[in-house]
């Protein structure tokens, strides 16, 4: 390139603030180039199956903002906030473009350089994540207790005291929404986790795994939260990390990954087929005097972040359960629009998107759905509300633990 462009170029840099790229950011941005423009991706972006956004025309639109000559991330502010994560882009994708990396990283990008650019319905979340470490205002104490003792009475479940020990084999990590908004999840899996007979722990103070601060673009704070899980990991000496949601699955899976890590995170659907042992588990589980159809949303975080087998895994779980019928969807890999933040940047759009899984949640004929991540279960669960629908939403946790538990 010419010194005189150069020149230009580094003024425009200078005068709009804008740093440069980090080397393995920009190995990450280079692969936008290898978009072939071909639209596969246009098929199965959950977005443009409810909307047609002239600002918008799926993630070829983000492709073609970023690959300029001169960077201009900034103006690609209009599309980056409109994607889910799911990933069926870059799993249909012949090329194998990193849609999804590419915009968590224009996201944070946008955060660093052009915060006024991010959108304003962030900020509750970026406060509590600044005030508690946590995407969600805590509960502290009795209250805490409270709560979970009476979400637990409804479910004709136990209460089980907190366990938090050194040197156990299995640490419980179980993320900002089932720590303080549905604490069900959190109890289910602990009792989950006494029949199997488990040497667990709960973290002392949890804090997020991260996710939400990665969505949002703020990486001081995910630098900050990556540092205190790992070294609350080391410090307990665990060998195993379990999860029940999927969000958090996928995001501590890529930290350990980063860092070389010493330990696994596995959801617990995982942990039960590779750890505990599918004969083992089917020993434990006695006839239940309710019979029940249930059909399973698979999140986007398990089937494509983590791997397709998280999917089979739950059904192979499912199939085992006494009087359990299984009602498969038509599209089980479908988005039900809650994730990337989208339900927080354009609700309206988000809940477009689950009307979708809807339909094909009541087309099965399913008593219940159940699905392993909580962000996918209060999105489904408000839809079916707001549908007047008979189908009950449960999380798949708390759906195990009632069935081991004859609730």
Request: glycine letters at 6%; charged letters at 30%; aromatic letters at 6%.
């Amino acid at each position: 390139m010419p010194e005189k462009e150069i020149k230009h170029i580094e003024g425009i840099l200078q005068e709009e603030d804008i740093t440069r790229m980090e080397p393995e950011e920009d190995e990450t941005y280079k692969k936008v180039e290898a978009c072939q423009n071909c639209g596969l991706c246009l098929a199965v972006c959950p977005i443009l199956e409810v909307i047609k956004h002239e600002s918008y025309s799926g993630p070829r639109s983000i492709t073609s903002e970023l690959s300029r000559t001169v960077r201009e991330f900034w103006k690609a502010k209009d599309v980056v906030y409109f994607c889910t994560q799911c990933g069926r882009c870059q799993e249909i994708c012949s090329k194998n473009v990193p849609v999804p990396d590419m915009v968590t990283l224009i996201r944070s990008k946008l955060f660093e350089q052009r915060r006024d650019l991010v959108p304003e319905s962030f900020e509750p979340m970026l406060q509590n994540l600044k005030e508690h470490g946590l995407a969600f205002e805590p509960m502290e104490g009795e209250a805490r207790v409270e709560s979970a003792q009476g979400r637990l009475e409804m479910l004709g479940l136990p209460y089980m005291p907190d366990k938090i020990k050194s040197n156990a084999e299995v640490l419980y990590f179980p993320g900002c929404q089932a720590d303080n908004l549905l604490p069900e999840i959190r109890e289910s899996a602990k009792l989950v986790l006494e029949k199997l007979g488990v040497d667990y722990t709960l973290l002392p103070g949890l804090r997020c795994c991260s996710l939400p601060a990665i969505l949002m673009g703020d990486s001081e704070m995910v630098d900050k939260l990556e540092k205190d899980f790992l070294e609350k990991v080391e410090n307990l000496g665990v060998k195993t990390v379990v999860t029940t949601c999927a969000g958090c699955t996928a995001t501590l899976e890529g930290i350990r990954q980063r860092n070389n890590a010493d330990f696994e995170v596995k959801h617990i659907i995982e942990y039960i087929i590779e750890d505990f042992g599918r004969e083992k588990f089917e020993k434990l589980l006695k006839n239940h005097p309710e019979h029940v159809s249930v059909t399973l949303h698979s999140p986007c975080h398990l089937d494509r972040h983590v791997g397709k087998y998280t999917t089979d895994y739950a059904e192979e779980i499912l199939e085992i359960l006494p009087n359990v019928e299984i009602k498969r969807l038509e599209d089980p890999e479908r988005c039900c629009g809650a994730g990337g933040l989208l339900n927080l940047y354009n609700p309206q759009i988000s809940r477009a998107i689950v009307r979708k899984e809807i339909e094909d949640i009541q087309k099965s004929g399913a008593q219940k759905v159940v699905t392993p991540c909580p962000l996918c279960l209060v999105q489904i669960d408000q839809a079916l509300f707001r549908k007047k629908a008979k189908t009950e939403a449960l999380d798949y946790t708390v759906f195990l633990a009632k069935r081991l538990y004859g609730a």
